[in-house]
């Protein structure tokens, strides 16, 4: 039984697509004042990374970053096994009064987006949390939209998205793998 697998960002495409987000980003937020972007370990921070590089490009501004691991404020932490590896976190400098955006690749459940927010209530009360995602491919559980999209996929029972970056995985693109085929 073999993953019947389509292509649905390129490299290219993936450029564009997190170029199209940063611009957004910058829109929503009236500029870069009070801007932050938190990505969400492991391919959020790198997300978050390429598009804060774009609003440095394109503003002349650096925007601070950083990066949350929600390993242990997971609902289903008991079920990861009884020594979950846990990664960085990193929030630099203080979050009060901040435009705060989560970003991620993949939005699905909104169960690892809820754990952001509570991981995130415990570093102060920002402004106003925000959520970039790469791909935005529904089958919500709980009540979290996001307000960045670079693509909406509708997703077959049983599929999957894959995003990939380079940083992590030595290639960039974003792939729809549907349900097992007999």
């Known amino acids: 039984m073999a993953d019947l697998q389509s292509v649905i960002l390129n490299a290219r495409a993936l450029e564009r697509t997190l170029s199209r987000m940063a611009d957004e980003i910058v829109e929503r937020n009236d500029g870069t004042d009070g801007l932050m972007l938190v990505g969400i ?50 929030i630099p400098g203080t979050i009060d009064g901040k435009h705060v955006i989560i970003v991620d690749d993949v ?10 927010l509570n991981e995130l209530a415990d570093f102060g009360r920002p402004a106003r949390v925000g959520l970039a995602v ?26 999957r998205v894959d995003v990939f970056v380079t940083e992590l995985d030595g290639r960039d693109e974003v792939v729809v793998a549907g349900a097992p085929r007999a």
């Open 107 to 116: 939005l699905y459940t909104g169960r690892t987006v809820r754990a952001a």
């Open 134 to 159: 790469v791909v935005d491919r529904g089958g919500r559980e709980l009540p979290i939209q996001p307000d960045v999209v670079g693509k909406h996929v509708e997703v077959p029972a049983g599929g």
């Open 41 to 90: 370990q492991r391919r959020g921070v790198h997300v978050a990374e390429r598009i804060a590089r774009v609003i440095a490009a394109r503003e002349g501004v650096e925007v601070t970053r950083g990066a949350l691991d929600i390993t242990l404020y997971r609902d289903d932490l008991q079920t990861v096994g009884p020594r979950p590896v846990v990664g960085r976190t990193e």
